[in-house]
């Protein structure tokens, strides 16, 4: 059903083990489950699929020898994210998204996570008057601002652009999942999202919105009749607004975790755009952390308080009303709605208005005027129920009418490692922190005045191969530029890079599987132990039972824990392989019988293995 979904207060943005399940959301009341969503619901994830970014400058060559020491192969890449497609074997995305993210040179690993809509739908009568307009002093705003030539794209189920409230104002949009231009409604949450931000209004007929004048820019992320949506069809969805000039962005799904996401809401702020997303409906904390390139929205009631189904927590931004929320429906309908993906929205539209105030506006000053003119709830100040408080319409209007848009302050920036005086050798990572008044807008790094890479996403980390430099002192040197051009520079560090000649090495590492005992037999939990060794560096271990890759890592020992429960009693295959940094590999295997009970066992004995 319609969603709403969560969001984080210190903007760090790395998968967390709770945000599986938050993702599930469940609506307050009865949720009707489709077949397809049925499926898809037993798929949380796509299967076989990774998200992953590399640092910036990490050559392809160099980004598949990654890959390939983890069982994964490229598939594709997000826009224009540095953000890649990964294919990996079925039951091993945890596993290889774990080795991956160790790496230095891979600034995150994830799944393609599947989020679901969630939307409450009362039948109280009174739930049917627009009593969230003047909650948030919406009429006098509109003296000021009606959200003319503001785009809001509403990354949803479609929109029903035949809906007498909605037709002439939905522009072209695309349709990420099947690659067209197919943007009607699949489920109907989408139309109800883009009538709260931006219906027809003042013409005698349905409902008011908030951005009356605004245009709507449809990107249907998903094709599942259920609403269900991946991750990556989301992130592609925001570039491809982006990049056709979309203002402002509203996503009422569960994203606030996603680096992934995050990327591309990075990408939009970059060409001046706002992303706007639901905080979610499960009534309760997912400590998420807050997420610098999103305002995340809980939910208000027409008294003030916050929804009792609305999450809550570090990542709240604002609040906004989403409870009886009277909209468009699929099919020239109108109906009362509730859930945060209406609170989500409904601020896109104070968005709107804002942007039409004054086009000059940064996001960063955008945010900075939506946040300071909000009305105070609950605790004073900022709080984990209301964020900086309930949005105010006219307050921000009139902030953003007088708002002085000049900018003259550079960013800071500073390079975090290597240190000064390392000596260095091969392609290095390189850790760059910048910060502004506004937004950064990109990170170049230099090498003896030569230009490495630019990295437009914090936080900001490259790779560089020393070896297209003569050894001896480099010294290295990042920029940071803020939308407005302005200039940081961080002060150099110096290092000496040393690539002389490795010895040749043609000795591939040694393998033990120290637990279980060849031809031993297990039942229960069996813990699987592996050592391995290489006289110079091990580069991966990668475990596999029956052919089927279960674990990776790049140092030594590896723990795995087997259920064999799951398993059919007889004869399995356990299997090793490890790869040092020059290439070199060998591979060991055990036999063990599966047999009844429960008991955790192992052997004391392992099998050695024979080098190739």
């Known amino acids: 059903m319609p969603s709403c979904i969560p969001h984080q207060r210190e903007r760090a943005v790395s998968p967390t083990p709770a945000l599986s399940l938050f993702f599930l959301l469940t609506a307050i009341l009865s949720l009707s489950i489709s077949p397809a ?18 640092k910036a400058g990490l050559s392809d060559v160099e980004f598949h020898k990654v890959l390939a020491r983890t069982g994964a192969t490229p598939a594709g890449r997000i826009g224009p994210l540095n953000v890649r497609i990964v294919r990996v074997p079925e039951q091993a995305e945890e596993a290889v998204a774990r080795a991956l993210a160790r790496n230095p040179h891979i600034k995150f690993a994830e799944k393609d996570w599947a989020v679901e809509l969630s939307e409450i739908t009362p039948n109280d009568p009174k739930y049917a008057s627009a009593w969230h307009l003047p909650k948030i002093e919406a009429p006098f705003a509109w003296n000021t601002s009606l959200g003319d030539n503001i785009t809001v794209a509403i990354l949803d189920t479609g929109i029903d652009d035949t809906h007498p409230d909605l037709s002439g104002k939905v522009i072209p949009g695309w349709n990420t999942v099947s690659n067209d231009s197919n943007t009607s409604d699949i489920h109907g949450h989408g139309t109800k999202v883009a009538g709260t931000a931006a219906a027809s209004s003042n013409n005698s007929q349905g409902v008011a919105s908030i951005a009356w ?44 975790n996603s680096s992934t996401i995050s990327n591309a809401a990075q990408y939009f702020r970059s060409l001046g755009g706002i992303v706007v997303v639901a905080a979610g409906n499960n009534g309760s904390n997912p400590g998420y952390s807050n997420n610098p390139y999103m305002i995340s929205v809980s939910a208000t009631t027409s008294s003030d308080g916050k929804a009792s189904w609305s999450n809550y927590g570090n990542y709240v931004d604002v ?50 005027i939506l946040t300071s003119t909000a009305d105070d709830l609950g605790a004073a100040g900022w709080d984990s129920f209301y964020g900086h408080g309930r949005i105010n319409a006219y307050r921000a ?26 000596t260095l050798s091969g392609t290095i990572a390189i850790d760059v922190s910048a910060q502004d008044n506004g937004d950064v807008a ?40 803020d939308r407005a051009g302005n200039e940081g520079i961080s002060s150099p560090v110096n290092v000496l890079v040393d690539n002389s000649p490795d010895p040749i090495d043609t000795t591939p590492p040694s393998i033990t599987i120290t637990e279980p005992a060849d031809n031993s037999a297990v039942s229960g939990t069996a813990h699987i132990q592996v050592s391995a060794h290489d006289n110079m560096a091990l580069a991966a271990i990668r475990l596999s039972i029956n052919g089927v890759l279960k674990s990776v890592t790049d140092t030594s020992p590896l723990s795995y824990s087997w259920n064999t429960r799951k398993e059919a009693q007889g004869f399995h295959n356990i299997s090793v392989a490890a790869e040092d940094s020059a290439g070199n590999t ?27």
């Open 37 to 54: 969503q049925a499926n898809l619901a037993a798929k949380s994830w796509a299967p076989g699929r990774l998200l992953v970014q590399p």
């Open 442 to 481: 990109r990170v170049a790094l230099y090498a003896n005045d030569q230009f490495i890479a630019d990295d437009t996403t914090s936080l900001y980390g490259f790779s560089w191969d020393s070896t297209l430099a003569a050894d001896g002192s480099v010294s290295l040197v990042a920029y940071a530029y």
């Open 397 to 422: 209007v009139a902030a953003a009418s007088e708002a002085d848009t000049t900018d003259t302050q550079a960013p800071t920036v500073a390079i975090l490692s290597p240190n000064g005086g390392a």
């Open 213 to 256: 004048n605004a245009l709507l820019m449809p990107l249907r992320v998903t094709n599942s009749s259920d609403g269900w949506a991946y991750w990556s069809d989301i992130a592609e969805a925001l570039t491809w607004a982006a990049n056709q000039g979309a203002h402002v962005a509203n996503i009422s799904y569960d994203v606030t």
């Open 586 to 612: 060998s591979t060991t295997f055990i036999t063990v019988k599966v047999s009844s009970g429960n008991k955790s066992t192992g052997g004391r004995k392992g099998k050695e293995s024979k080098n190739k």
């Open 319 to 368: 609040a906004a009303p989403g409870a009886g929320i009277w909209t468009t429906s699929r099919g020239g309908g109108y109906g009362s709605v509730s859930g945060t993906s209406f609170a989500s929205p409904a601020t896109a539209g104070v968005v709107a208005l804002i942007l039409a105030a004054n086009p000059l506006l940064s996001p960063g000053e955008v945010e900075s």
